[in-house]
């Protein structure tokens, strides 16, 4: 175990609805990055927070939003769903931000 | 874009063999490498990493190798258990100053046979 942890584990949502995921680093830890993992892909990166401000975010649309707390967990929030954000999004959580990533158990989402 | 990939999508060996896992790579400033274990339903597991300045490192049971003349990275797991069977990723980290966020490449789905 990783010590990170997320929620919920599972959700099913319709299309257009929003979405907030949850993540708690690992102790210690204060830089958080999201994944998606799309079903038999490696998983594709969406942004990463360190010391609550977004550090650098990959080539996802703006519907897709997160931000960092005091105690270094995080949300991801994703508005206007669509289809094709069905996929397992996984949080990791690292010392600083280059340093190894440690993962969650990730956030089932699948959007009907 | 640059990225990482792997050149075989499955592998399957015999309880008790050793595995290769291998890994291409295309960006020549990426300086730092993971290796990621994921089973079924679960999140990426950390198994073991590289820097650019080494050329190979060792754990318990598993080697990394690193060639930055061809770019390729591999796997070794010794003496293969059936609860290797997973899917294994490569990452590399590339980038300064702002996010060093992994990319990781498509997988190769290890299954170990009786």
């Known amino acids: 175990e990783t010590g990170v942890t997320q929620s919920p584990t599972h959700l099913i949502k319709t299309r257009g609805q929003q979405v907030t995921l949850r993540c708690s680093s690992q102790?210690?830890?204060?830089?958080v990055s999201w994944y998606q993992q799309a079903l038999g892909q490696g998983p594709q990166f969406i942004f990463q927070?360190?010391?609550?401000?977004?550090?650098g975010r990959g080539n996802f649309p703006p519907r897709f939003s997160g931000l960092q707390f005091p105690n270094y967990s995080s949300e991801l929030n994703v508005n206007a769903l669509e289809l094709d954000d069905s996929a397992l999004y996984l949080c990791a959580s690292s010392w600083e931000s280059g340093d190894t990533q440690y993962f969650g158990p990730g956030t089932r989402l699948t959007v009907l | 874009g640059e990225s990482v990939g792997l050149h075989l999508p499955t592998l399957s060996v015999q309880e008790g063999d050793n595995s290769i896992i291998n890994c291409a790579y295309s960006n020549s400033a990426s300086d730092y490498f993971i290796w990621y274990k994921q089973e079924s339903g679960k999140g990426p597991q950390f198994i073991i990493d590289?820097?650019?300045?080494?050329d190979k490192r060792q754990g318990q049971r598993v080697t990394v190798l690193l060639n930055k003349t061809v770019k390729h990275l591999s796997l070794q797991i010794a003496a293969t258990q059936p609860g290797d069977s997973a899917v294994y990723f490569c990452a590399e980290i590339l980038g300064s100053g702002s996010a060093r966020q992994l990319t990781f490449g498509s997988g190769t789905q290890l299954t170990v046979l009786p």
């Open positions: 102790s210690g830890h204060n830089t």
């Open positions: 927070y360190y010391r609550e401000e977004e550090n």
């Open positions: 590289i820097r650019s300045n080494m």
